[in-house]
C-alpha cells in the first residue's frame, strides 16, 4: 500500500505564494488535484516519474510549477500570484503506466493524499 503524504498548505494572500509537497515512495507518475466546496475535483498539474514531463491546467499555467525530487521520493506544487478562486483542498495522487493523454483524469490515479487545504484571501 502507497502511502502519500502532503504538506505545506495554508491561508496566504492574493498575490502571495505556498509550496506543497507530497511524499511518496515508489516510481509513479504524480499529479496534483483540487476540489473547492460545492465543486468536482479538478485537475491541477501531473508531472512523469522521470520528470521529463509535465502538464497543467490552463488556469494554472505560467503560475504554477510541479516539480519532484526521487531522490527524496517527493513532488512539489510550487504555487504563485495566488487567486482567491484558488481556494481549495488540494490533493496529490500517483500512480504507475499513466497514459500521456491521461494524467488529467482523476481516475488514473490509484493513491491519494488526505488533502491539504489552501486559502487564498482577497
Known amino acids: 500500500q502507497v502511502q502519500l503524504v502532503e504538506s505545506g498548505g495554508g491561508l496566504v494572500q492574493a498575490g502571495g505564494s505556498l509550496r506543497l509537497s507530497c511524499a511518496a515512495s515508489g516510481r509513479y507518475a504524480m499529479g496534483w488535484f483540487r476540489q473547492a466546496p460545492g465543486k468536482e475535483r479538478e485537475f491541477v498539474a501531473a508531472i512523469s516519474w522521470l520528470g521529463g514531463t509535465s502538464y497543467y491546467a490552463d488556469s494554472v499555467k505560467g503560475r504554477f510549477t510541479i516539480s519532484r525530487d526521487n531522490a527524496k521520493n517527493t513532488a512539489y506544487l510550487q504555487m504563485n500570484s495566488l487567486k482567491p478562486e484558488d481556494t481549495a483542498v488540494y490533493y496529490c495522487?500517483?500512480?504507475?503506466?499513466?497514459?500521456?493523454?491521461?494524467?488529467?483524469?482523476?481516475?488514473?490515479?490509484?493513491?491519494w493524499g488526505q488533502g491539504t487545504q489552501v486559502a487564498v484571501s482577497s
Open positions: 495522487a500517483a500512480n504507475s503506466g499513466i497514459g500521456s493523454s491521461n494524467y488529467y483524469y482523476p481516475n488514473e490515479y490509484k493513491y
